[in-house]
């Protein structure tokens, strides 16, 4: 029997991201079978890159900024205190199975006055080894191919007031799920492009009070983009647009130890019933177009909750927890982590997943790592226009 590379490529591509529920699968609600989960191309876009945000069960909409904001929010780039630094991070992927599938995430940021920032970064989806073969002998075997997926982002970040920023991401998207090969059935299928944008918004402010506290607010929309195809115009893929929203409250115990709430929501921009509509029509229609109607809509939005503490902002520690519907992907993981912060200018973080729902994951029991570097330059006082 012949082995359609391509398509076997793209579904074990859109499983393994999405815990190896995401397939279009009528369920039960309301008593009706009308439930579907939502599937959409190139979903490594969705993965959480760094090990800070995956500890704190995928929440960071609203977090203490970072070099890793270009993915989470560009608008808290701009908040940073530090002049220019920049992030790796290293995830592998189906780690309990194999060992040559992982996710690597660079950034690097220059904040180029107080009340401007920009960054890059690059996401890469590294797929392993794929063996393309016509039957069961040493002999059928036509080729070798390393299938991967990758995006590269460009970032500005603006302060408006001393509260307040946006930032802007545009994003160029590549997969290459089946390389140059054209037999096993695998002739229809071929590499995708296409770019995308994100646009978020930040708002953080010091509350009064005996201690001191400060409160954060964040909203994105992720992944605005064409949708892609792998094979002709007329079959194309949604990309997995997202909104999220969220918030943190920080507090100082002591000038020694604090502790961060946080909570996001988010929910994909996505058709719930796949079909043929514009990427507009998709993105504002998916409040309302599933088939089990508002509770089913409820169904869709994913909650991801997390605290971290620091002690003296040079150690942290991390717990977070992920929940996902049942009919939507059924996904549940508590998460774990520890932190390091120099005085200086390098960070360390490191995460752990645990399923909760006896229910395998890709990342389950993967230890995920990044490091961080951020340094000052020399300042000098300036007039702002937000002053």
Known sequence: MKLRAGILLIVISVLTVRGFAQVTNPGTLNGSDSTYVITTAVPFLTISPDARHAALGDAGVATSPDA?????????????????????????????????????????????SREQAVAVSMKYFDLGDITFTTGPNAADITGVFNPREY???ATYSRLLTENFSVGLTARYIHSN???????????????????????????TKAMKGAKNS???????????????????????????TNIRIG????TELDPYN??????????????????????????????????????????????NAGVEYWYNKTFAA???????????????????????????????????????????????????????FQWNKKTVEEESVTD
């Not at 409160?215 to 990309?239: E, H, P, Q, R, V």
């Not at 973080?349 to 029991?365: G, I, Q, S």
């Open 68 to 112: 890793n904001s270009t993915y989470w929010n560009a608008a808290k780039l701009v908040f940073i205190d530090k002049a220019y630094g920049g992030t790796f991070s290293y995830t592998p992927w189906l780690g309990k199975i194999i060992n040559d599938m992982s996710i690597s995430y660079l950034s690097g940021f220059y904040k180029f």
């Open 151 to 153: 995006a590269f982002d």
């Open 177 to 203: 799920l089946t390389g140059a090969f054209s037999g096993n059935g695998a002739s229809d299928a071929r590499p995708a492009s296409t770019a995308a944008a994100d646009v978020g918004v930040y708002y």
């Open 214 to 240: 400060n409160l954060s607010l964040g909203a994105t929309i992720t992944n605005i983009g064409g949708k892609i195809s792998y094979s002709n115009a007329s079959n194309k893929d949604f990309l997995p």
């Open 247 to 250: 918030g943190v409250y920080t």
């Open 258 to 303: 604090s502790f961060s709430f946080i909570l996001d929501f988010n929910k994909l921009m996505v058709p719930t019933v796949p079909g043929n509509k514009s990427v507009l029509s998709g993105m504002f229609g998916s409040f309302s177009d599933a088939p089990g109607g508002a509770k089913e809509e409820i169904h869709e939005i994913i909650t």
């Open 318 to 372: 991390r717990l977070g927890y992920f929940l996902e519907a049942k009919d939507k992907g059924n996904r549940k993981y508590m998460t774990i982590g520890l932190g390091f912060r120099s005085k200086k200018f390098f960070g360390f973080d490191m995460a752990y997943l645990v399923p909760t729902n006896k229910r395998e994951t890709p990342l389950a029991e993967t230890l995920r790592f990044s490091i961080l």
